[in-house]
């Protein structure tokens, strides 16, 4: 991005709008004090209360909660950034529970971070920041991975935060609907500066159909779903099958009694609230996990978890909740190639794939990043190459978690379609998901963990 002229005053609630890509995250990172040289050039004058930004000076929740989470226990954790402004020991206590219960994160102090779920550490990021009470607090996506109540339930104690104490708010999020009602102002970037900037209504009323038009979802201009071909057979034999399955992490148990059959042609959409089991499961279901209990079939050949790798890659391809979490190469194309590839060494039909993984370059509009490194890319554009990376081998079955988490409408459309289209060619996919819209347009069934 380049050519931003921008003033934010003391206290305005600013929506920070964009596509996919368009440099939000980057602008948030700059803010904070924390955008690093080796992130890109800068030019121009950037200061925050009239000083260059520095560290501590505002709260940043990051895209990636994952790479937030500093220390072993929750409360250690959430009381991590006051601790560091000097805030005496008292007040941290009192400040830690108060966090915690404002974002709805009901669990023990010295629960352990790592037991804790995608959605759960999201809100033990925003728990932590508001710990220390910033004058600014600068939020990237802090709903994108919270169930429906979780979005309500934490929009909500945002607007109570800054409420009270008066604070300046920066939000990035795709969807207009969830936060335009706590806003008074919306900000739309694109590459080359301001795209849109003002109240929320006069904005929306006048310029809603282009933004539209450029991947931002404004209320009522939701992007259309496209229509199944070939409705799933529900006789047809199920590729995998579950019968009183239990699976866990950590050595815990998160669920049981699971019953379940992934059939061809067919989407299998599993919900349900953060920390209900729905990653394990998809990790187990995609041979990542050993089951803990019961009965796991995949293609007739017993639980997937005993696969060799090679094995794996033509029958079930995962898409992880954390896409950094799955990439393994230096550049963009080198990681959408690498499961083709690894096809081809073992003779099972790559060469084809490597064709069909450079049409996925250009579909999912990653073919500009081709030569990026993949840890560089912003969130949706990582999550885009996760997803690809799965589809590039052609997997007979796959299993996302959070597929569309990231996307403006525009690539959250082109996503959609994508997966339809190999429902249509008899392929099935399991997806872990919070996305109603998601589930509405392709979900043959669904299974919600309570």
């Not at 935060?161 to 969807?175: I, K, N, P, Q, Y």
Request: glycine content about 12%; overall charge neutral; hydrophobic content about 45%.
């Amino acid at each position: 991005m380049r050519g931003l002229d921008l003033a934010i005053e003391p206290g305005e609630r600013v929506l920070l709008l964009g596509a996919s890509g368009s440099g939000k995250s980057t602008l948030l990172r700059a803010l904070a004090g924390v955008l690093g040289d080796d992130e890109g050039e800068q030019s121009g004058r950037l200061t925050l209360g009239g000083a260059p930004p520095a560290l501590g000076r505002a709260g940043l929740v990051l895209q990636d909660p994952d790479s937030q989470v500093v220390l072993a226990r929750v409360g250690d954790d959430v009381a991590f950034g006051a601790e560091n402004l000097g805030v005496p020991r008292e007040e941290i206590a009192r400040r830690v529970p108060a966090a915690l219960a404002a974002v709805g994160l009901d669990v023990a102090l010295d629960r352990s971070t790592e037991a804790l779920s995608g959605g759960q550490r999201q809100r033990l990021a925003l728990a932590g920041a508001l710990a220390m009470r910033p004058g600014v607090l600068l939020l990237d996506e802090p709903t994108a991975n919270l169930d429906p109540a979780g979005v309500v339930e934490v929009r909500d104690a945002v607007a109570r935060a800054v409420a009270a104490s008066g604070a300046t708010l920066v939000v990035v999020e795709h969807r207009v609907a969830v936060w335009a009602e706590v806003v008074d102002r919306i900000v739309v970037l694109s590459p080359r500066g301001l795209l849109a900037d003002g109240p929320p209504a006069r904005v929306l009323a006048a310029q809603g159909a282009e933004l539209a038009a450029r991947g931002i979802w404004v209320p009522g201009r939701e992007p259309a779903a496209p229509e199944r071909r070939r409705p799933a057979d529900p006789a047809a034999p199920a590729l995998v099958s579950a019968r009183g399955l239990a699976v866990g992490r950590e050595g815990v148990t998160v669920r049981a009694g699971l019953d379940l059959d992934v059939r061809p042609g067919s989407l299998l959409a599993v919900t349900g609230a953060n920390g209900s089991g729905k990653s394990t499961l998809a990790q187990t279901l995609g041979g990542l996990r050993a089951p803990a209990g019961g009965n796991l079939d995949a293609f007739g050949r017993g639980s997937p978890h005993r696969w060799r790798s090679r094995e794996l890659l033509p029958r079930l391809g995962s898409v992880f909740q954390n896409p950094e979490h799955q990439f393994l190469r230096r550049t963009v194309r080198e990681e959408i190639e690498l499961g083709p590839r690894e096809l081809a060494r073992g003779r099972r039909g790559g060469e084809p794939r490597l064709a069909a993984a450079q049409e996925l370059l250009v579909r999912l509009r990653l073919a500009p990043l081709a030569r990026a490194n993949p840890f560089t890319l912003s969130g949706g554009e990582q999550r885009r190459l996760s997803v690809a990376t799965a589809l590039a081998t052609a997997p007979e079955v796959l299993v996302l978690d959070e597929p569309t988490f990231g996307q403006d409408a525009n690539t959250w459309a082109e996503l959609v379609a994508l997966c339809a289209e190999l429902l249509d060619e008899g392929r099935a996919i399991v997806a872990a998901t919070h996305d109603a819209d998601f589930v509405a347009a392709l979900a043959d069934r669904r299974l919600e963990l309570a």
